[in-house]
């Protein structure tokens, strides 16, 4: 069974604050991994895809990637109200990059505190 | 506008009557999957299809039919619901080698 596991949260952080975000997965031939955004009662919004070792920054948002420990993380900087959310990191188990078969995190669920 | 869109939005039915959910894309996208997501369990993959005629089961897929005879179309048919079907159910969309995009969801409840 390929599994993606984040912490539990809730992740609670100051506006301001920089938020960590941690996500490791099981398969290590997977290749493809994302990032995404969910608000209560909406549907997920993809914020990152990383598909190499290392860092990826979009705006205030830095995937990092270490597929030798299977880890991927979300670092948001300077964090708003506007980011409380719940992250969930998916991740594809196919052996070519692509998204047509992912395996979602459970979620963190994280709130910014004005 | 570049879109998935998915109809009902909400339903509340019954045990053993049929139900289809529409899933529609307009972006050519060649792959289509089906999600449900349940407090506690997170999305999980039901169906996926990775282009017209293909399509292959993902980790949650008893109790569900699919068919992509139209690239642009993907229904979740429930041929016998039953009440752990209940649930939030996401049709996502995607090109080759890009993430995928997700409707705005179906809630089902089934009594």
């Known amino acids: 069974q390929k599994e993606v596991e984040q912490n539990s949260g809730p992740l609670s952080v100051p506006e301001g604050a920089i938020a960590s975000l941690n996500c490791t997965y099981s398969d290590r031939g997977s290749q493809s991994f994302f990032w995404y955004r969910q608000y209560s009662g909406k549907s997920p919004e993809l914020i990152m895809s990383?598909?190499?070792?290392g860092d990826k920054e979009d705006g205030r948002f830095t995937a990092q990637l270490n597929k030798a420990s299977q880890y991927v993380s979300l670092l948001i900087r300077d964090s708003q109200p506007s980011d409380s959310a719940t992250y969930l990191c998916a991740v594809n188990p196919g052996r070519r990059g692509g998204s047509e078969k992912l395996v979602f995190g459970k979620g963190t669920k994280l709130t910014v505190n004005p | 506008e570049a879109q998935v869109t998915q109809n009902p939005r909400y339903l509340i039915t019954v045990t053993g009557k049929k139900l289809t959910v529409t899933c529609s894309q307009n972006?050519?996208?060649?792959?289509m999957s089906w999600y449900r997501q349940d407090p506690g369990l997170g999305l999980r993959q039901i169906y996926y299809s990775m282009n017209v005629e293909v399509t292959d089961k993902g980790d949650v897929p008893e109790g569900y039919k699919v068919s992509r005879k139209e690239k642009r179309n993907f229904p979740l048919i429930l041929e016998s619901p039953s009440p752990n079907q209940t649930s939030l159910y996401f049709c996502?969309?995607?090109?080759?080698?890009?993430?995928?995009?997700f409707g705005d969801g179906t809630r089902l409840s089934i009594l």
């Open positions: 972006m050519n996208h060649e792959y």
């Open positions: 996502a969309s995607s090109a080759i080698m890009q993430p995928q995009h």
């Open positions: 990383i598909y190499s070792n």
